[in-house]
């Protein structure tokens, strides 16, 4: 009997699990009733600034596309720091914004990382891989509260996210056994 339902197991697993030419992407910022991939999101994504940095201000989404709101994550690190893709993919923008410097990524997934204010050393149309260097940060991040933030922002077209998102294990639902 044991081997019987060892054997249905794996006959439902493998009629059931879709194939790597049709499985859509998993997204990390959005819990899901699906199996997690096999690689974990700390495998696919990494933080843009090395070590552990503090989050000197957290993600806080407007309630509306035009109202106030904070886009993305403060992380604090310092003048010169070295900044690093957060995922694969290619670097649509590095130049200045409204007087800042900034580096856009769009990755495979459809979504778009963004930093600033960051000397970039990539240009635009460029690959790049999860933790290639994108630039240095520099100072003159608004409200920042120690010598250099970086400010992390994270969309889904035009849908703003958590990037801290990115860097959360995916959260596991099991379904109970009749």
């Known amino acids: ?5 060892l054997v249905l197991t794996l006959v ?9 030419a049709s499985a859509a992407p998993v997204s990390a910022a959005a819990p899901s009733s699906a199996a997690p991939s ?8 990494v933080r843009p600034l090395d070590g552990q940095p503090t ?3 957290p993600f806080d989404p407007p309630p509306s596309p035009y109202a106030a709101g904070h886009r993305g994550v403060d992380l604090a690190g310092a003048v010169g720091q070295p900044v690093l893709a957060a995922g694969d993919g290619v670097v649509v923008f590095a130049g200045q914004v409204a007087g800042r ?8 997934d459809g979504r778009r990382t963004t930093y600033e204010p960051v000397q970039p050393l990539v240009a635009a149309g460029q690959a790049v891989a999860r933790g290639t260097l994108l630039g240095v940060l520099v100072a003159g991040h608004a409200g920042c509260p120690t010598e250099a933030c970086l400010h992390w922002g994270l ?7 958590d990037p801290m998102s990115l860097l959360r294990p995916p959260r596991v639902r099991l379904l109970p056994w009749h």
């Open 55 to 57: 989050v000197t201000r």
């Open 155 to 161: 969309r889904r077209g035009e849908t703003y996210l």
């Open 38 to 45: 096999s690689a974990a999101p700390s495998a696919l994504w």
């Open 12 to 20: 439902v697993a493998v009629l059931v699990a879709p194939t790597a």
């Open 101 to 108: 410097p900034v580096v856009s990524v769009q990755h495979t």
């Open 1 to 5: 009997m044991p081997r019987l339902l």
